[in-house]
């Protein structure tokens, strides 16, 4: 792991894949059932500019069978040889992803994602989104897995009402900052205050 | 210590990620069945294959694990799966509901309320809870997208008409986020008023039925009923019998040919908590027989 290679694409993934990868979901899963929170992973490095958490994330939750759109930036042949190294997630347009990974002026429009269809909600693509930083300063979230209210240093708040207003439909999303992961799913109600 | 002939928790990682996938679709939309490419595990169907394989996709080296069969902890499908993943996840176990981080359930939910960071997972036997009324996959599917759950309403009715009230008594249907009915699982309806607005993440698995299904934490689970006929969740009208509970789900035993019986809590941790506390009940007593 620490011997120096030829290809930087062969390092960064988990090193003890099976444990690592049930802790990060662990902590994917809470993120995602409790809206807002913010918790810390590790255990993967990715090429720059890709943050450790959205690394773990992929690692966690991609493989073959997901559709994965790099959007904009972080489009690289690095992060490319990476995915094919690491995941084998075949790399696609926006409309056939099921997970799609970006920071989020570079995932605009996201109204081409997939948001499931009325029979089958959950054929709908996850946003891995990037930031620069998760804070819980910002639009108020409200719904499932959130006590009273919560706050999240979101993007915008239009996209995510949208969202929410196409409930069951809709895309779930996870923001991914450093070694800091939160989520919100598309149950999650957003207010600007 | 793990079993290293397995994988960490038995499954290969690429079903666990996609059993993980599924779970995260079910969390993002509450009460919705997520369908999933279910796997053969090593016991059979309706011994909680579906539990076991939501359990594995989430047990992490540092959890505690307990497993319930209608309350108890001591009963064979409990103990066999309490092995099961102590020998191929390594993860220690216990009896105690305050110091599990997770729990594999058939059919209740404990009596000591559950905390955040917890996670319960169901074993589901039928998780679709219009099945009974409407066979067809097609058309169920085709309710739950329009949200037509007048039949399910109509079964309630033919209840109070012939009954008086309503009678069903387990598995009792409830509306998740007003939005999916969803089946609570074989669970008595006098567990109903826990689903909704607890700290812990619950997760269902119905394995022969390859559906997976989840209610998030403080989500608003309302059991279906009528402005006249409203919900009750119903149990013996009795105290428990060893350690005196008034408000803990009772199961009745018989105990002679001759009509006696006697009424003990459902949840064994509990009932044993109480009586660790001094607490007693009608029949508690060194020797049993004696207190006839």
Known sequence: MNAPRQNDALEGGFTEAPVQSARAFRDVLEAMARPGTIRRVSGALPPAPLSVAAGVVLLTLCDGTTPLHLAGSIDRPALRDWVAFHIGAPLVGAEGAAFALGRWEDLQPVSRFRIGQPDYPDRSATLIVECDRLTNHGPSLTGPGIETATWLNLPETAAFRANRARFPLGFDTIFTAGDRIAGLPRSTRVEAI | ?????????????????????????????????????????????????????????????????????????????????????????????????????????????????????????????????????????????KMHELEEYGLMHVKLYEDIARHGQIATSYAYPVKVESRYVMDPSPIPKFDNPKLSGNPAIQLFGAGREQRIYAVPPWTEVVSLDFDDHSFHASKAPHDCDLCGSSHSYLDEVITDDQGGRMFVCSDTDFCEGRRARGMKGRLWAPEPEAAE
Request: with cysteine; glycine share 6%; net charge neutral.
């Open chain 2, 1 to 141: 210590m793990t079993d290293q002939a397995y994988n960490f928790a038995y499954l290969d990682e690429q079903t666990k990620r996609m059993i993980r996938r599924a779970i995260l679709k079910g969390i993002a939309v509450p009460g919705y069945q997520v369908p999933f490419a279910s796997r053969e595990m090593p016991m059979p169907y309706g011994w909680g294959t579906g539990g076991v394989q939501v359990m594995a996709a989430c047990l992490v080296p540092e959890d505690r694990l307990k497993v319930i069969d209608q309350g108890a902890d001591d009963t064979t499908n409990a103990v066999s799966i309490r092995k099961f993943f102590a020998r191929t996840a390594g993860v220690a176990v216990t009896e105690h509901t305050t110091e599990a981080t997770v729990i594999q359930t058939r059919h209740r939910i404990p009596e000591t309320p559950l905390k955040p960071g917890q996670i319960l997972v169901y074993q589901v036997p039928i998780p679709e809870p219009l099945r009974f009324l409407e066979p067809r996959e097609t058309e169920t599917r």
